[in-house]
Nanobody, 122 residues
């Protein structure tokens, strides 16, 4: 069992930055790939970014590529999502998830956090 807790969400103006954190407990954090997903009101959950257990492999949705950076610190059992140049369309609840391998598909992730709200005002 893995427990994931996101933090760092909030309200920010367009063009601003936020860093989300996802703290993991339970099974060894370094065994799992991690992913970030988001869900806006009235929309389906969508992939944002993923990172392999070692951090050597990352992938991003086209909508965030060049603005968001995923990273992890296995010594701290934490993964991060640094978000730059935020836009109103980035407004969503952001979820972290853990799974066997880096993936853009939500169903490949077994464990999920409760989510953290990110709101970007124009």
């Amino acid at each position: 069992q893995v427990q994931l807790v996101e933090s760092g969400g909030g309200l920010v103006q367009a063009g601003g930055s936020l860093r989300l954190s996802c703290a993991a407990s339970g099974r060894p954090f370094s065994m799992y790939a991690m992913g970030w997903f988001r869900q806006a009101p009235g929309k389906e959950r969508e992939f944002v970014a993923t990172i392999s257990w070692s951090g050597s492999i990352t992938d991003y949705a086209d909508t965030v590529k060049g603005r968001f950076t995923i990273s992890r610190d296995n010594a701290k059992n934490t993964t991060y999502l640094q978000m730059e140049s935020l836009q109103p369309e980035d407004t969503a609840v952001y979820y972290c998830a853990s799974g066997q391998g880096p993936s853009v598909i939500s169903t490949t992730y077994k464990y999920w956090g409760q989510g953290t709200q990110v709101t970007v005002s124009s």
